[in-house]
């Protein structure tokens, strides 16, 4: 499904964020990867978006290079993917029912469609006492399982997750993951970035490790091992 | 399709509108002080322009002629006076006319009533009041009366002065103050309005910067340039709109207000001028107020669309 070809990315001479990546995902793995702060999971996930450049290498979704979109038709690759952030990018004026039925506007969805799937989502998520909330009546657990629920409303072939449980304590951690594992058990890609020890061990899938923007590890079944 | 992205903008619009409270608030309050300017402008220019037409009304030249100058050539003259492109209007005071106006004018000035009874005869001749269209125009006027005109044969002789020449001065000056006062005003304008358009735009750019985080999740959830920017167009429109609210309500009492003490130094009520044209200031500073809220909103916005 996604293909690394020897992609390189240099922010500054002296560091490379990405060093020659090769790598392969397939549809409907649940990929971990791991490493340090700095270690190049976040620009990796960035080179997916064609939200950065990289100076050497390509990536490709399927058989079209991202690099090579025009703007329209980078919209709609984005709306194959579903991504959920470390410090969750919601709409903050917007209550949770309206945060998830904008991204449904956004791909063109009919106001039946809208009502009707925006509460089961929410009650996927066990959000649905929140629904006219604003995210800062929430916690930072329901704030994150509303970016879920609306990284999954449209039915996305590939979730990305970059460090999402970052901000979250033990019980929220783990809420998360076992909600990314039901979507993964339901046929979507997962992409998953963490640090957290006891998350990778706890998922038992693929593991990749990288550091200093190499790829120095790619399990099938891994731990966290540095 | 198009219909219900419509209705989802201008519905968020609204929503945007009312949730972002004292932001929406400061942007109403720049923009009805906009509006406030350029509605001040304009009674501004209309007190200007009456004032001057007043003025340009009370300039005109006048021929007088000899006592014994017979009837028909004077008419004939008024006639040939009519049809020069600068006459706007002539009138024509015959020699008994001029008597019974002199008669009034000094009714109380016994000696001179009774100087009038002895000499029986009318001493006093025809006249002709021209009035021309333009101030300027008084010039070309009394060269006419002075050239040995075709169309003003033999009226030399029967002319016995025209006062044009001393009031050229004055005629001079007052053109001079009027056309500067045109291009003052003009420049005043300008400049006033160039202010408040900036300080519009700053003020609609710095509420659009309070929701950057917004538009960059907005794009990042997959939706389209248009569905970002359309809100914040609507946001400005309703800026405006209101804003055109408050000034015209505004501006009822302060006309009436003014109405009341400045009519007679101004000469003209700007109550009463407020609302015969009310329609038309309201028109022009809808339109002012709701392009000047969308094409800020769209400009700031391009800005963190880019991105």
């Keep these: 499904m996604i293909y690394f070809n020897n992609v390189s990315k240099v922010y500054n001479k002296d560091s490379l964020a990405l060093d020659d990546v090769t790598l392969t995902i397939t549809a409907g793995e649940f990929v971990s990867i791991v490493g340090h702060s700095g270690a190049g999971k976040t620009t990796l996930i960035k080179m997916i978006l064609a939200d950065d450049v990289p100076n050497e290498g390509t990536v490709f979704f399927e058989s079209i290079n991202v690099f090579k979109l025009k703007n329209k038709d980078l919209t709609n690759l984005r709306r ?72 999954i409303i449209n039915q996305p072939e590939l979730i990305i997750a970059d460090e999402p449980t970052g901000n979250l304590d033990a019980i929220n951690t783990y809420e998360i993951i076992q909600i990314l594992k039901k979507i993964n058990d339901l046929g979507t890609t997962v992409i998953l970035t963490t640090h957290n020890r006891g998350v990778i061990d706890s998922i038992k899938k693929r593991v990749i490790t990288m550091e200093k923007g190499k790829v120095i590890r790619d399990d099938k079944s891994g731990k966290y091992i540095i | 399709m198009m219909m219900i992205d419509l209705k989802r903008v201008i519905k968020a619009g609204f929503l945007n509108f009312t949730r972002s409270g004292l932001v929406s608030f400061a942007a109403v309050l720049v923009v009805t002080i906009t509006l406030s300017v350029i509605t001040g402008i304009i009674l501004l220019q209309a007190v200007l322009n009456f004032s001057l037409n007043e003025i340009k009304d009370k300039v005109d030249v006048t021929i007088y002629f000899n006592v014994k100058a017979p009837e028909d050539k004077i008419l004939s003259l008024k006639g040939s006076l009519e049809n020069l492109p600068e006459v706007k209007e002539v009138s024509y005071v015959s020699a008994e006319e001029a008597l019974r106006l002199f008669r009034e004018r000094h009714e109380s000035d016994y000696p001179t009533i009774q100087a009038l009874d002895e000499i029986k005869d009318n001493p006093l001749g025809a006249y002709l009041n021209v009035k021309a269209k333009e101030v300027s125009q008084y010039e070309s006027i009394a060269n006419f009366l002075k050239g040995d005109n075709a169309l003003v044969l033999g009226s030399a002789s029967i002319v016995d002065k025209i006062n044009y020449h001393q009031n050229k001065i004055v005629i001079d000056r007052l053109n001079n103050i009027i056309s500067g006062a045109q291009k003052l005003g003009f420049l005043v304008t300008l400049i006033l309005i160039v202010i408040s358009i900036i300080v519009t735009f700053n003020t609609i750019r710095l509420a659009i910067f309070i929701s950057k985080e917004e538009i960059s999740v907005m794009r990042l959830v997959g939706a389209s340039k248009m569905r970002v920017r359309g809100p914040f167009m609507v946001e400005g429109a309703i800026y405006g709109a209101i804003a055109t609210i408050i000034t015209i309500l505004l501006f009822i009492p302060t006309t009436i207000y003014l109405g009341r003490t400045m009519t007679n130094f101004l000469g003209m009520n700007i109550f009463s001028y407020y609302v015969s044209n009310l329609f038309q200031i309201t028109v022009i500073i809808l339109l002012s107020g709701v392009s000047l809220g969308i094409i800020s909103s769209l400009i700031a916005i391009r800005k963190y669309l880019n991105k």
């Design chain 1, 80 to 151: 194959r993917i579903g991504v959920v952030f470390q410090d969750f990018k919601l709409l903050s004026n917007k209550t949770a029912y309206e945060n998830i039925a904008f991204a449904m506007e956004a791909v063109g969805k009919t106001n039946e469609e809208i009502e009707s799937d925006v509460p089961h989502v929410l009650e996927l998520v066990d959000l649905k006492d929140k629904m006219h909330h604003f995210p800062h009546q929430m916690s930072g657990g329901e704030q994150q399982r509303l970016a879920i629920a609306r990284a």
